[in-house]
């Protein structure tokens, strides 16, 4: 891990524009470290996210992030980080790293959303994901990208990965017994595990699209979406499981009006799958790490990708 002393070293020695600038540690993720560094007070603009892998299996997804954002976030509605310093391996740190101008907004996970006023961030992820998912960008910008690489719209590959976090969050008392109780989460994974891998045409997606790299403004409406080092191509499913984690009723409708794109039958249950994996990953970690707000959110996610 790169941590608030290194990340000073490391920024300042290759941009010495910030040297000296003040750091923070703004998030740790189980690939990534983010620290901020500098400020509106410093330079007028907004103040910078310097991204660094913690371990070697995240540095392709840091690489994708770096060649790809810069290209694909002007055919985006949504903010998105654009890598505009690139920082390279020395001696003391192996991997590349990169800053990009910090995105305003919290993590809809944080945010205390009620489901009542989301009806507008639906609709504002709708537009996004249309743009997303637009073949002629994955003709454009997929060329040379992974394929699903963590087979996120494999129902038989997810489904028993949820079944291991809800067992573990089990484990550790009964935040389960009013989600799990009418047996519908269940029936989802049980019927969805003989679904075969997509025969539909890979559209370009985020690959992580979850509670957590969402962000609202104050007001709840969609600000940016954040960490892409999932990005690849894959079936659609994998970014409309956010439909099912975030959304249920209005909401959920106005974001598939804005999308626009058709959501078959197979493709929801892959949707549906893949939301309640998430939220089970999100609420076993939120639980662990004693997190009340992301445990909440992710507990109603479970709740709503059933919904």
């Known amino acids: 891990m790169v941590d608030t002393d290194a990340a000073a070293d490391l920024i ?38 310097f991204r660094f892998p ?14 790809l954002l810069p290209r694909l976030a002007p055919a985006l509605p949504m903010l998105v980080p654009v890598p505009e310093l690139v920082g390279t391996p020395t001696a003391g740190y192996p991997w590349p790293f990169f800053g990009a101008r910090l995105l305003p907004g919290t993590e809809l996970a944080e945010a205390g959303l009620a489901d009542v006023r989301r009806a507008e961030l639906g609709a504002v992820l709708g537009r996004f994901l249309r743009a997303l998912h637009d073949p002629l960008l994955a003709q454009t910008l997929g060329p040379g990208l992974p394929i699903d690489p963590m087979r996120r719209s494999l129902p038989s590959h997810r489904a028993p990965m949820a079944r291991e976090r809800l067992a573990r969050l089990r484990s550790r008392g009964d935040r389960l017994t009013e989600v799990m109780a009418d047996g519908r989460i269940d029936a ?10 997509s025969a539909a045409e890979p559209v370009l997606v985020h690959g992580d699209l979850h509670l957590r790299h969402v962000l609202v403004d104050e007001t709840g409406v969609g ?12 079936d659609a499913s994998v970014d409309l499981s956010i439909a099912y984690t975030a959304f249920e009723g209005a909401s959920r409708a106005a974001l598939f009006d804005a999308y626009g794109w058709p959501v078959e039958e197979e493709r929801e249950a892959r949707a549906r799958v893949l939301a309640v994996s998430l939220c089970a990953v999100l609420a076993d970690y939120a639980d662990e790490d004693h997190r009340p707000a992301l445990l909440a959110e992710s507990l109603a996610g479970l709740r709503r990708a059933v919904s």
Do not use: K, M
């Open 54 to 67: 913690r371990r070697a299996v995240a540095v392709p997804g840091v690489e994708r992030e770096i060649a």
């Open 223 to 234: 600000a940016g979406v954040i960490d892409w080092g999932d990005v690849c191509l894959a």
């Open 12 to 49: 300042g020695s290759q941009f010495p524009h910030l040297a000296g600038a003040p750091v923070r540690l703004l998030a740790e993720g189980w690939d990534n470290t983010v620290h901020v560094v500098g400020g509106a007070a410093r330079d007028g603009d907004a103040p910078w996210a």
């Open 188 to 197: 989802l994974l049980d019927s969805s595990l003989g679904l075969p891998p």
